[in-house]
């Protein structure tokens, strides 16, 4: 099994930076590919970023090249650098991991608890 905790989420305004983490315990040496997921009220959960053990990356095209996804192997720790935040950023953000090299969103086989971020204008 592998644990997933997301953390650096919170209330920031329009405009601002964020980084989110997500640190990774337990069999992690069978995960391949790290994700991240965010859930609006009502909504479906929506892919957000993807990054592979050798670090090649996949972003949702609505991120618009504002969010960064990157990892640190050593620390087991996947973390999504978030800019320019806008007030429809805001959801719950899940982070994932799969042991497939390109999964799609149902290919994931662990889940964070999520982390809250708000953006207020």
């Known amino acids: 099994q592998v644990q997933l905790v997301e953390s650096g989420g919170g209330l920031v305004q329009t405009g601002d930076s964020l980084r989110l983490s997500c640190a990774a315990s337990?069999?992690?040496?069978?995960?391949?590919?790290m994700g991240w997921f965010r859930q609006f009220p009502g909504k479906e959960r929506e892919f957000v970023a993807r990054i592979s053990w050798s670090g090649i990356t996949q972003y949702a095209d609505s991120m618009n090249g504002r969010f960064t996804i990157s990892r640190d192997n050593a620390k087991n720790t996947v973390y999504l650098q978030m800019n320019s935040l806008k007030r429809e950023d805001t959801a719950v953000y899940y982070c994932?991991?799969?042991?497939?090299?390109?999964?799609?969103?149902?290919?994931?086989?662990?889940w964070g608890q999520g982390t809250q971020v708000t953006v207020s204008s």
């Open positions: 337990g069999r992690t040496f069978s995960v391949n590919t």
């Open positions: 994932a991991g799969s042991r497939l090299f390109a999964p799609e969103a149902r290919d994931y086989d662990y």
